[in-house]
Structures are given as structure tokens and as C-alpha cells.
């Protein structure tokens, strides 16, 4: 049977094929649709972990077990989960683990680019890199095996264009593996030191097998055409290299890249006359042919950021690339992202914009949006939990000068579930004066909508117990609370006005869902007004200030031949937060 899958669709078949029992992940751009996909092909038991760290640790738990294990996230998300990693690579498995990352080059969704192949060399760990939605399944299905035979994690390494971009796969039917016995194994895990010294030359003597399999490995494998040009890519660069090069060039396309195959490299680079390295981000390739005594041309030839497009090739190599229809830039208006209508956080970040002397930390989410303007509302964006934690340490230097900056730090309920929690718990620990803006959207809402702990579902669409947000920033120590509606500008106000100047950590919820969130049966019970009603615009009473724009709704525009404001109906979700905004009342609300 062929059916035409996106790569994070044909991992998730490769890996039920193989037999998968159990899989975590925390939902993140490019990887999300991994989990979802397993979360509908029993009998997996597909979870969304609160983190990383925690999806990781769950499937080492699976697998010890004896069950098969996947844990699925993008590349960031593989730092959160580097403590286990690197300890787990030590142990080995009892069941198979595949552990994927989804990198990102380009930055299209993610803070950072970082190349995670060296992650695979720095942990000794067997990588995987496939190019097309075909090898993804093929070669997920083959990494349990290698797990296993091995006894090892295999790094499966995807990237944005592998993992979204569609290809015809050919679908094999499940295979049943049998949860192997659990036996107590001081001497394999439970890594203190006298076991893992051991355990470390045993790694050296696998790393020496690798090394062996990936030499005879079919998944490197030499394409000799015109040996003018060698071409040595892997993952996606290997399409982009054909189509730029054709025939023109021999190709020797990587696909087990940890170990590299010193003696295949070396094989096809005496065969060939000039050598070039195609990849992406790190110099990772590159630098192993050249320590291997060979001047291939990579960085800084090819750019060493982003993705390694045609485009990208084809400047590199000719100087430009294919001519494309002209047309005037000029012409084109620029849309950056934006709040959507009906978004709860609009209330808040329109408040926060407005006060003076306050630092704002940022953090992952639809809300990091609030820095673009209108708002101007927000100060830093590190990584997810980073604003309480940031705002706290910047509030312990304001408050030791006595400086007259308060700080504010901002978070999701996904993100504050994902590692804000600590952070809050160290906040209150040590008494900082710093107010936390908990945006309580009832979903993990950047990503595409997956439950997480405070929804009251499983990822499976099972109920679950919800996590009282409220509840538990108070028994993490913090005494003052206030949930609000966000969408009532003076309940927001009224709460920064009270807590702003108090000298101990405080915590503000806003509680509203995601303007794009399909309702549970709790939603409909406790938001049974949300999204009922309409605004428009009473064309008689608006004078056409403008000031209604200033919440930076899509909604809102100026009709210039009227003179007055507008109101796309269509997009209007009746939040109201233009209407507060009207001097005139000129903005009504009615039934939709």
C-alpha cells in the first residue's frame, strides 16, 4: 500500500511498524505532528510529557520495562532533555529507544539554530539522518533494530523540510515486538560512579562497532556520475545537491552519520576531483574529510546559517540563482505576525504596554508577539521557563539598588507547566519582588493545540485531572494571586496597580481560552458566553481617532472614504477591548 506522507507522519508509521509500545513528547515545531500522529495508533500509548526532560525519562522508563520507546522534539527541546541523554547513552536499553530531533535551520519558529548532529558525537550515540518521507519510516524502523542489536539509544536527526515536506511511502504492516523481561541490573543501571566507569570503556568498545556498521551500512552509500565533482551531503541537502548538480557531480549521501565512515569518505574522495560539502548549519561533514587529509569546499563557501536551498546552491556556486518573475518589492506589504481577533492575551499586553519604568521577560509562545507593536511589551525572550526565572533575577539587582524599575515576567500555562514551574518555586524561595503573568489560554496554543497538564485531557482525547494553576502557585509559596479576565481592561489594570509596588513575588492568571480553541464540555460550562457576540462600529458617533487601533486587533481597520473605523465581522470574536478603548462608545457590541 503507498500512501503520500509528510516525514513526522512516515516516523510515526516506521516506528508503530516496528512495534512501538510507548512515546512522549513535548510539542514543538517541526516534531509536533509526530506525537499526534502515534496518539492515533493503538496500541501505542502516545503521551504529551510537560517537558522534554520528562518525555525522555518517561520512554528510559518504558524501555527499561522492556517495551519499545520513542521520544519525539525539536531541537531546542533536545537541550532540556540533555541531562538524561547523556547518562542514558551509558546504560544502554532494554527495549529499543529512538530519541528525534527536529531541527530547524533557517530559525522559522525556534529562538535559536543549533545543529544537533553534535549532540550524537558528544554522547556517542548512533545518528540517523534520512531525507525523504520513504527513509523516515524505513530508517525508524531500522533504528529500533540497530537499539537493540547494539544496545544503545539511536539519535534519529530530521530537519523542517524532512519533516513537513510530502513524498508517496511505501507502508509495511505492524510487527509485534515482545516486551522483553525487566531484570534488576545494578552493574547497567544505576549509574554512580563505580558502574559507570566501567560502563564508559564499554561505550568506547560500541562506539568501535558502530564504526564498523556504518562503513558496510547501505544507508551510506556512493552515486558516481561525472567524478569531476564530488558531492558529500546527507539529509535533505542530498535532494537540493541533485537538483543543482544533476549528473554533473558523484554524490556520496550520508545517512548513518554517527560514526562517520572514515574509509567510505576516503574511498570516495580519491575517486573524485573537487570536493564539495553540502550541509547544513555546522561544519560537521566537513571537518571529519578534512581531518581525514582532504580540502573539501563547505564554510564559508556555502553560507553557514540556514537552510541550503537551491537558491541557496545556486548563488553559492553561480551567483545567482534561477531568474524568477520580476516584480516591484515595493509592491509587497509587509504582514508580520500578529495577535489574533479574539486573542486573550491582547488585554493584557495592551496594559502592561502602557506602564512606565517596568522591565517585561518574555518567554515561548503566541505571547512573545506582545514586543511587536502596538504593544512594545516585551524585553527578552531566551527560552521556555526563562522569563520567571529572568525576572527574578533582574528584580533582586533593581530591588538592591532601590531602583524605581519593576519587573514583570510573562508565561504560558504550557510553557509555565514546561519548566516555569521551577522557576516560580525559586522566585518565592528566595523572595524577589517580581509580579509573573501566568496567560492561561486553556491550551498549548503556538504549537497547534495539544493538551498539556492543565487542560483536563490526554493526548488521546482521554480525560485527565486538570491542574489548578492557581492552586499550585500557592502551594509553591506565593501568597499573592489574582486570576482576571483579561479581557476586562480595568480587572487587568486594578491587578498591576496592586501588585506592582509590593516587595515580595506575586502572581497574575489570565484566564481566557485561545480565540482558536475547539471547546471541551469544561470550556462550554465555564466560558458559556466566549465568542457569542460581535462589535461593530456606530459610524455616527465615531470621529476616527484611531485609538481603538491601538490594541492592535486585525479586526480594526480605517475606512479612509468614510472617515470612520471599520470592523471586519468576519474576524471579529466580541473580546470588547476596542470598545474600552473608544472615547466616543461608538463601538457596540451585538449579538453574532
Not at 524568477?324 to 479574539?342: E, F, H, K, M, Q
Not at 517580581?434 to 503556538?446: A, E
Request: hydrophobic share 40%.
Amino acid at each position: 500500500m503507498k500512501k503520500l506522507l509528510s516525514g513526522d507522519e512516515a516516523v510515526a508509521r516506521g516506528a508503530w511498524q516496528a512495534g512501538l509500545r510507548f512515546a512522549a513528547a513535548y510539542p514543538g515545531t517541526p516534531s509536533t505532528e509526530i506525537l499526534e500522529n502515534l496518539a492515533q495508533m493503538p496500541p501505542v500509548r502516545a503521551e504529551w510529557a510537560p517537558n522534554e526532560k520528562v518525555a525522555l525519562e518517561s520512554a528510559i522508563g518504558a524501555s527499561l520495562a522492556g517495551a519499545r520507546a520513542m521520544a519525539s522534539m525539536k531541537h531546542v527541546g533536545l537541550n532540556v532533555a540533555a541531562d538524561p541523554l547523556f547518562t542514558f547513552s551509558y546504560t544502554g536499553v532494554n527495549g529499543g529507544t529512538v530519541i528525534v530531533t527536529a531541527d530547524e535551520p533557517g530559525q522559522y519558529s525556534s529562538q535559536n539554530e543549533q545543529d544537533n548532529r553534535n549532540y550524537a558525537a558528544a554522547a556517542r550515540l548512533p545518528m540517523l539522518e534520512p531525507s525523504d518521507s520513504q527513509e523516515c519510516l524505513d530508517m525508524t524502523e531500522l533504528a529500533f533494530e540497530l537499539s537493540e542489536q547494539f544496545d544503545v539509544p539511536v539519535l534519529l536527526r530530521m530537519t523542517t523540510r524532512v519533516c513537513h515536506s510530502k513524498s508517496i511511502v511505501t507502508l509495511g504492516e505492524r510487527t509485534e515486538a515482545e516486551i522483553k523481561p525487566y531484570q534488576r541490573n545494578f552493574a547497567k543501571y544505576v549509574c554512580v560512579p563505580a558502574v559507570t566507569q566501567k560502563l564508559r570503556v564499554k561505550m568506547e568498545q560500541r562506539s568501535e562497532r558502530l564504526l564498523a556498521y556504518s562503513e558496510a551500512s547501505e544507508l551510506n552509500r556512493i552515486e558516481y556520475y561525472d567524478k569531476s565533482i564530488g558531492v558529500i551531503c546527507s539529509g535533505d541537502c542530498y535532494y537540493y545537491a541533485k537538483e543543482v548538480f544533476g549528473e554533473g557531480a558523484s554524490y556520496l549521501k550520508l545517512g548513518f552519520t554517527w560514526p562517520l565512515p572514515a574509509a567510505r569518505i576516503s574511498e570516495f574522495c580519491r575517486q573524485v576531483g573537487k570536493i564539495y560539502v553540502i550541509e547544513e548549519n555546522d561544519p560537521y561533514i566537513e571537518q571529519q574529510v578534512q581531518r581525514l587529509g582532504f580540502q573539501p569546499i563547505g564554510k564559508p563557501f556555502f553560507p553557514p546559517y540556514g537552510e541550503m536551498t537551491c537558491d541557496v546552491l545556486r548563488t553559492a556556486l553561480y551567483g545567482a540563482p534561477l531568474p524568477t518573475p520580476a516584480y516591484s518589492r515595493g509592491d509587497v506589504i509587509n504582514r508580520p505576525p500578529t495577535l489574533c481577533a479574539g486573542c486573550p492575551h491582547r488585554g493584557f499586553f495592551y496594559e502592561i504596554g502602557r506602564r512606565k519604568d517596568v522591565l517585561i521577560a518574555g518567554d515561548i509562545g503566541c505571547y512573545t508577539l506582545g514586543s511587536a507593536k502596538p504593544y512594545n511589551a516585551l524585553d527578552s525572550c531566551i527560552c521556555m521557563g526563562a522569563s520567571i526565572s529572568m525576572g527574578h533575577g533582574a528584580a533582586q539587582v533593581f530591588d538592591s539598588v532601590k531602583a524605581k524599575t519593576r519587573v514583570v515576567s510573562v508565561i504560558g500555562d504550557s510553557t509555565f507547566f514546561h519548566t516555569g514551574v521551577n522557576s516560580l518555586m525559586g522566585a518565592a524561595y528566595n523572595q524577589s519582588s517580581v509580579v509573573t503573568v501566568i496567560l492561561d489560554n486553556r491550551i498549548t496554543g503556538m504549537t497547534g493545540h495539544q493538551d498539556n497538564p492543565g487542560t483536563g485531557y490526554t493526548a488521546d482525547g482521554k480525560h485527565a485531572p486538570a491542574i489548578d494553576v492557581e492552586a499550585l502557585v500557592r502551594a509553591l509559596g506565593i501568597r499573592q494571586v489574582r486570576v482576571v479576565d483579561p479581557n476586562h481592561l480595568d480587572e487587568v489594570r486594578q491587578a498591576l496597580d496592586d501588585f506592582l509596588p509590593l516587595e515580595e513575588p506575586s502572581v497574575i492568571i489570565t484566564r481566557w481560552p485561545c480565540a482558536l480553541k475547539k471547546f471541551s464540555a469544561e470550556d462550554k460550562a465555564e466560558f458559556a458566553q466566549a465568542f457569542r457576540d460581535k462589535n461593530r462600529v456606530d459610524e455616527d458617533k465615531c470621529i476616527g481617532c484611531k485609538l481603538c487601533l491601538k490594541c492592535g486587533c486585525p479586526a480594526l481597520s480605517y475606512d479612509a472614504q468614510a472617515g470612520s473605523m471599520a470592523i471586519d465581522r468576519l474576524q471579529c470574536l466580541g473580546c470588547n477591548i476596542c470598545a474600552q478603548l473608544c472615547p466616543k462608545d461608538a463601538i457596540i457590541k451585538e449579538e453574532a
